[in-house]
């Protein structure tokens, strides 16, 4: 049976991150937004790592660590912007938060 | 053999992923986002990037769900969301072409692109003695505190910066003004 | 010596300043005292330098002095630089000269008026003005001066600024200066444009030698002109100068006689190559605006009752007598006129202002009469400018004029018929005014009881420091002829000392009938104005024939009312035109931009929905057209 390519890795990667997408465009709960941008983080992850598998470098491997490193950051800047948001208002979705409107 | 382990963990990516996309209860959003991350996870070990799998698993699975789901709670939006209604007009269907869009832009990019995306840059080689089990952490911690330890220390700083921003950030109002 | 011409026009600056600071402080008489040396001091160095300049030789007796570069952008150059020649160390003399002793006589005539200090500070700021005018070394310099000078006058018209009259008057002047200015601006843009440079010496070397078209160089020399018919109280823009009589007697003779109207004849000079080198035309209207001007304002002085406006009308029709010399080439003679002018013009205002002062400030000349005995000096001063501006030999006034008359009947017949019959009104009306004046009946004790009368009284003489100034300028009147005297070539001292400046510009005239024949116009000249006295004694203090003052030449031709009706009716609906269109247009198409940008920016603004999922559709779309351009170029290649 044939082994996966490298090629094969970057279309699952490349799903995975439409899917995200589509999730940011496509959902109002800002938490769920925020998890689909997860999911596009993970996509170019995995992108490289499969690259570095290829490559045989390990400079793929590095930058996934930050990634990582500054994906946690985020995650917990955004939330604390989230909480501070919504915490008067529970049933609060993205197109509430409408004020940059011109 | 390979060839199953990548069927397999690909299918839990991706149903993991649609079902975030999907569910109406974030909760239930929230634990279709671990399935995905298992299923990354999965993938990096089949790459051989053992030290990134677990990292994986321990910081996003294990604290950055945690953390999600935390915040769930906290502001008590486990409620479901309406998902038959649209408020914005097109925006569904905007998406979709914008995913499909992206998807076929990418497929295209990365099979046409293959020459561009096979050139090598100056990296440690994992060739070179990845025999041992511990290569692959040794080679990456030689890379990272290594050639990239100025970026090392800044992200570093990033941690700090985001812990105490985002303590600020949350305080309760009362306490802000004491 | 010549380094120091900026200290000229500096001290009267300076005591401008001090007095501006101070005057109020310092007070009568202390302020008259200090504009006095001020301009005295600026006389004494105007003298040092005059006697360096004759020290040198002929070819160079021209010194720039540049204090600093005043405009420097690009190729537009122009510096702040002062020329000491003999034109303009010759009129320094007489500004500073006669400044002085009317600076002096102003200390008596302005007594006890409350705002003593800060008519000196005007005085003095007029002849700082006045000098940068005559000193300066390019047009814009000039400019400086000229507007200086309008501003001052404008100040002093107005000086007793709670009468009604005054307050128009000052307007009025300002206003038709401004037309003229109008001209001197342009001229200096064409000349700019033309030449590259407003410099004197590059624009009279432009125009001697050719190197510009002859087109721009009349341009430049009509619209010069323009100023000067302004400045200098010519038609169709004199009607100021009569009006300008509101203010206080020695501003009359400062700058109403001897000084700033007579900036434009310097100009015309300063100019004389360019006016040389301009088409024929040119010249010929300088002439026949000038003759026409003499003319006319002698046919109204005639019949005016107001002591100073007869020397008012007197002044313009003399300043006709100048453009018509240098309409006719005669540039030498049109100077020589000036400096004679401001002598025996200051004089007879200065003597009027003593009048005026010992009548109580009566000024009509019905209600006098008979004040030789009680203002002996006053008379005896009075009468001597009179037979210098009648043209009586060997009076400066009579030179002068038939120098003039010279060069004018060897250009143009006609022009000499007319100088000729302006001249015998000179003398008919300056007669009149002297014996309404000085000679018959005492008139003012009939008129006592009438409304607007000043009461009985008993006129007197003037006090010394208003004297003196009338003794120095009658001596002058009598012996300032003899700087050029017709009878050799050795006794033309003017003429030889201005020679550096005029050279190119001056007409010669020998050979001609008028300089083989001139000791036959000559005598013509001394018949007319004997005729023109013994007349005016024949209508006035023999009472032989009936006086002839119609109503017309009172209201002078009722100019000033036609002009009002002019500017008033079709001028005002003109300028309301012109206003509308800059509101409507103009400020339209600006508008218009402003709201079509908001127009446009109201219909853009429709994209910033507030939706960050619409934000971000749009940021994916723009992902996927980058990736799509660069995707298509890979395929292609």
Same mark, same amino acid.
């Given at each position: 049976?044939?082994?996966?390519?490298?090629?094969?890795?970057?279309?699952?990667?490349?799903?995975?991150?439409?899917?995200?997408?589509?999730?940011? *465009?496509?959902?109002?709960?800002?938490?769920?937004?925020?998890?689909?941008?997860?999911?596009?983080?993970?996509?170019?992850?995995?992108?490289?790592?499969?690259?570095?598998?290829?490559?045989?470098?390990?400079?793929?491997?590095?930058?996934?660590?930050?990634?990582?490193? @500054?994906?946690?950051?985020?995650?917990?800047?955004?939330?604390?912007?989230?909480?501070?948001?919504?915490?008067?208002?529970?049933?609060?979705?993205?197109?509430?938060?409408?004020?940059?409107?011109? | 053999?390979?060839?199953?382990? +990548?069927?397999?963990?690909?299918? *839990?990516?991706?149903?993991?992923?649609?079902?975030?996309?999907?569910?109406?209860?974030?909760?239930?959003?929230?634990?279709?986002?671990?399935?995905?991350?298992?299923?990354?996870?999965?993938?990096?070990?089949?790459?051989?990037?053992?030290?990134?799998?677990?990292?994986?698993?321990?910081?996003?699975?294990?604290?950055?769900?945690?953390?999600?789901?935390?915040?769930?709670?906290?502001?008590?939006?486990?409620?479901?969301?309406?998902?038959?209604?649209?408020?914005?007009?097109?925006?569904?269907?905007?998406?979709?072409?914008?995913?499909?869009?992206?998807?076929?832009?990418?497929?295209?990019?990365?099979?046409?692109?293959?020459?561009?995306?096979?050139?090598?840059?100056?990296?440690?080689?994992?060739?070179?003695?990845?025999?041992?089990?511990?290569?692959?952490?040794?080679?990456?911690?030689?890379?990272?505190?290594?050639?990239?330890?100025?970026?090392?220390?800044? /992200?570093? @700083?990033?941690?700090?910066?985001?812990?105490?921003?985002?303590?600020?950030?949350?305080?309760?109002?009362?306490?802000?003004?004491? | 010596?010549?380094?120091?011409?900026?200290?000229?026009?500096?001290?009267?600056?300076?005591?401008?300043?001090?007095?501006?600071?101070?005057?109020?402080?310092?007070?009568?008489?202390?302020?008259?005292?200090?504009?006095?040396?001020?301009?005295?001091?600026?006389?004494?160095? /105007? @003298?040092?330098?005059?006697?360096?300049?004759?020290?040198?030789?002929?070819?160079?007796?021209?010194?720039?002095?540049?204090?600093?570069?005043?405009?420097?952008?690009?190729?537009?150059?122009?510096?702040?630089?002062?020329?000491?020649?003999?034109?303009?160390?010759?009129?320094?003399?007489?500004?500073?000269?006669?400044?002085?002793?009317?600076?002096?006589?102003?200390? %008596?005539?302005?007594?006890?008026?409350?705002?003593?200090?800060?008519?000196?500070?005007?005085?003095?700021?007029?002849?700082?003005?006045?000098?940068?005018?005559?000193? !300066?070394?390019?047009?814009?310099?000039?400019?400086?001066?000229?507007?200086?000078?309008?501003?001052?006058?404008?100040?002093?018209?107005?000086?007793?600024?709670?009468?009604?009259?005054?307050?128009?008057?000052?307007?009025?002047?300002?206003?038709?200066?401004?037309?003229?200015?109008?001209?001197?601006?342009?001229?200096?843009?064409?000349?700019?444009?033309?030449?590259?440079?407003?410099?004197?010496?590059?624009?009279?070397?432009?125009?001697?030698?050719?190197?510009?078209?002859?087109?721009?160089?009349?341009?430049?020399?009509?619209?010069?002109?323009?100023?000067?018919?302004?400045?200098?109280?010519?038609?169709?823009?004199?009607?100021?100068?009569?009006?300008? *009589?509101?203010?206080?007697?020695?501003?009359?003779?400062?700058?109403?006689?001897?000084?700033?109207? /007579?900036?434009?004849?310097?100009?015309?000079?300063?100019?004389?190559?360019?006016?040389?080198?301009?088409?024929?035309?040119?010249?010929?209207?300088?002439?026949?605006?000038?003759?026409?001007?003499?003319?006319?304002?002698?046919?109204?002085?005639?019949?005016?009752?107001?002591?100073?406006?007869?020397?008012?009308?007197?002044?313009?029709?003399?300043?006709? $007598?100048?453009?018509?010399?240098?309409?006719?080439?005669?540039?030498?003679?049109?100077?020589?006129?000036?400096? /004679?002018?401001?002598?025996?013009?200051?004089?007879?205002?200065?003597?009027?202002?003593? @009048?005026?002062?010992? *009548?109580?400030?009566?000024?009509?000349?019905?209600?006098?009469?008979?004040?030789?005995?009680?203002?002996?000096?006053?008379?005896?001063?009075?009468?001597?400018?009179?037979?210098?501006?009648?043209?009586?030999?060997?009076?400066?006034?009579?030179?002068?004029?038939?120098?003039?008359?010279?060069?004018?009947?060897?250009?143009?017949?006609?022009?000499?018929?007319?100088?000729?019959?302006?001249?015998?009104?000179?003398?008919?009306?300056?007669?009149?005014?002297?014996?309404?004046?000085?000679?018959?009946?005492?008139?003012?004790?009939?008129?006592?009881?009438?409304? !607007?009368?000043?009461?009985?009284?008993?006129?007197?003489?003037?006090?010394?420091?208003?004297?003196?100034?009338?003794?120095?300028?009658?001596?002058?009147?009598?012996?300032?002829?003899?700087?050029?005297?017709?009878?050799?070539?050795?006794?033309? $001292?003017?003429?030889?000392?201005?020679?550096?400046?005029?050279?190119?510009?001056?007409?010669?005239?020998?050979?001609?009938?008028?300089?083989?024949?001139?000791?036959?116009?000559? !005598?013509?000249?001394?018949?007319?104005?004997?005729?023109?006295?013994?007349?005016?004694?024949?209508?006035?203090?023999?009472?032989?024939?009936?006086?002839?003052?119609?109503?017309?030449?009172?209201?002078?031709?009722?100019?000033?009312?036609?002009?009002?009706?002019?500017?008033?009716?079709?001028?005002?609906?003109? +300028?309301? %035109?012109?206003?509308?269109?800059?509101?409507?247009?103009?400020?339209?198409?600006?508008? %218009?931009?402003?709201?079509?940008?908001?127009?446009?920016?109201?219909?853009?603004?429709?994209?910033?929905? %507030?939706?960050?999922?619409?934000?971000?559709?749009?940021?994916?779309?723009?992902?996927?057209?980058?990736?799509?351009?660069?995707?298509?170029?890979?395929?292609?290649?």
């Amino acid at each position: 049976m044939p082994a996966p390519t490298t090629l094969s890795y970057l279309v699952v990667a490349a799903l995975l991150f439409a899917n995200g997408a589509f999730g940011v *465009m496509a959902r109002r709960n800002p938490l769920i937004m925020f998890m689909c941008i997860e999911l596009m983080l993970n996509a170019v992850n995995l992108s490289f790592v499969a690259l570095a598998r290829e490559l045989t470098d390990i400079d793929g491997q590095s930058i996934v660590f930050f990634v990582l490193v @500054v994906a946690a950051a985020e995650v917990v800047v955004g939330l604390g912007i989230i909480v501070s948001i919504m915490r008067n208002r529970s049933s609060l979705t993205a197109d509430d938060l409408a004020e940059l409107k011109g | 053999m390979q060839l199953v382990v +990548f069927v397999v963990a690909s299918a *839990m990516m991706l149903v993991g992923a649609v079902g975030v996309v999907t569910r109406r209860n974030p909760v239930h959003a929230a634990l279709s986002l671990v399935l995905t991350l298992f299923g990354v996870a999965v993938h990096f070990v089949s790459l051989e990037a053992y030290f990134l799998a677990a990292v994986q698993v321990i910081v996003y699975a294990g604290a950055i769900v945690v953390l999600f789901l935390f915040v769930i709670m906290l502001l008590g939006v486990d409620k479901a969301e309406d998902l038959r209604t649209e408020p914005l007009v097109a925006q569904r269907w905007l998406a979709g072409v914008a995913a499909l869009g992206l998807l076929g832009l990418l497929v295209v990019a990365a099979a046409r692109g293959a020459d561009v995306l096979r050139t090598r840059s100056e990296g440690l080689d994992t060739a070179l003695d990845g025999a041992s089990g511990d290569a692959n952490i040794q080679q990456l911690a030689r890379s990272v505190f290594g050639d990239y330890v100025v970026a090392f220390e800044l /992200t570093s @700083v990033l941690l700090v910066v985001a812990v105490v921003g985002t303590v600020m950030l949350a305080r309760k109002r009362a306490a802000a003004e004491a | 010596m010549t380094d120091l011409v900026w200290l000229v026009p500096a001290l009267p600056l300076v005591g401008a300043l001090l007095l501006v600071v101070f005057g109020a402080r310092i007070g009568e008489p202390r302020a008259g005292w200090l504009a006095t040396l001020a301009t005295a001091s600026s006389f004494i160095f /105007t @003298v040092l330098m005059y006697f360096d300049l004759l020290g040198m030789p002929s070819e160079e007796r021209s010194h720039v002095v540049r204090l600093f570069s005043w405009i420097p952008v690009g190729s537009l150059q122009i510096d702040f630089a002062l020329l000491a020649d003999p034109l303009s160390v010759t009129m320094a003399l007489f500004v500073t000269g006669i400044g002085s002793l009317i600076h002096l006589y102003a200390i %008596g005539y302005m007594h006890g008026d409350p705002k003593f200090s800060k008519f000196f500070l005007y005085l003095n700021l007029f002849v700082f003005s006045m000098l940068a005018l005559v000193l !300066g070394e390019n047009l814009l310099v000039t400019f400086l001066g000229w507007e200086g000078v309008g501003a001052c006058s404008y100040f002093l018209i107005a000086f007793w600024h709670t009468r009604e009259s005054a307050a128009v008057a000052g307007k009025k002047a300002f206003v038709t200066n401004r037309i003229g200015d109008w001209g001197v601006m342009t001229a200096m843009f064409v000349a700019f444009s033309a030449v590259g440079s407003v410099s004197y010496k590059a624009i009279n070397e432009a125009a001697h030698e050719g190197s510009i078209s002859q087109t721009a160089i009349s341009a430049i020399a009509i619209l010069l002109f323009i100023g000067a018919c302004g400045k200098s109280a010519q038609l169709p823009l004199y009607f100021w100068l009569p009006d300008a *009589m509101e203010g206080p007697t020695p501003v009359s003779a400062l700058i109403h006689a001897a000084t700033m109207v /007579t900036a434009g004849v310097f100009l015309m000079t300063r100019v004389g190559p360019v006016l040389a080198a301009s088409y024929g035309w040119v010249t010929d209207t300088i002439a026949v605006v000038g003759a026409a001007t003499a003319l006319f304002a002698a046919t109204i002085a005639v019949a005016q009752h107001d002591i100073k406006r007869v020397l008012a009308y007197s002044t313009v029709s003399q300043l006709g $007598f100048m453009f018509l010399a240098i309409g006719s080439g005669a540039y030498v003679a049109a100077i020589f006129h000036m400096v /004679t002018h401001a002598f025996f013009k200051a004089l007879l205002f200065l003597g009027s202002g003593s @009048v005026i002062h010992g *009548m109580h400030h009566e000024q009509d000349m019905r209600r006098m009469g008979a004040l030789r005995a009680a203002m002996p000096v006053t008379a005896f001063t009075f009468i001597i400018g009179w037979l210098a501006i009648a043209g009586v030999p060997p009076f400066a006034g009579f030179w002068s004029k038939d120098e003039i008359l010279l060069y004018v009947y060897a250009d143009n017949r006609l022009l000499y018929a007319v100088g000729m019959v302006t001249a015998l009104l000179t003398a008919y009306y300056m007669t009149r005014q002297v014996i309404l004046v000085f000679f018959g009946k005492a008139r003012w004790h009939d008129a006592s009881s009438e409304h !607007g009368a000043h009461g009985d009284f008993t006129p007197h003489e003037s006090p010394r420091v208003m004297l003196v100034p009338l003794v120095v300028l009658a001596a002058l009147s009598v012996v300032g002829g003899f700087m050029q005297l017709p009878f050799s070539k050795d006794l033309h $001292f003017l003429e030889h000392w201005l020679a550096p400046v005029v050279e190119e510009s001056e007409r010669s005239i020998k050979g001609t009938w008028a300089y083989d024949n001139k000791y036959v116009l000559l !005598g013509v000249a001394v018949i007319v104005a004997v005729a023109g006295i013994a007349l005016s004694i024949a209508v006035y203090a023999k009472r032989r024939l009936p006086a002839v003052e119609p109503k017309v030449l009172e209201s002078a031709w009722f100019y000033d009312a036609s002009v009002a009706k002019v500017v008033g009716g079709p001028g005002a609906a003109a +300028f309301r %035109g012109v206003a509308t269109f800059d509101a409507g247009i103009v400020d339209g198409a600006v508008n %218009g931009a402003g709201a079509l940008a908001r127009g446009l920016g109201g219909i853009v603004r429709r994209a910033q929905t %507030g939706f960050v999922r619409a934000y971000a559709a749009l940021i994916a779309f723009g992902a996927i057209a980058l990736l799509a351009w660069f995707v298509w170029r890979g395929w292609l290649a």
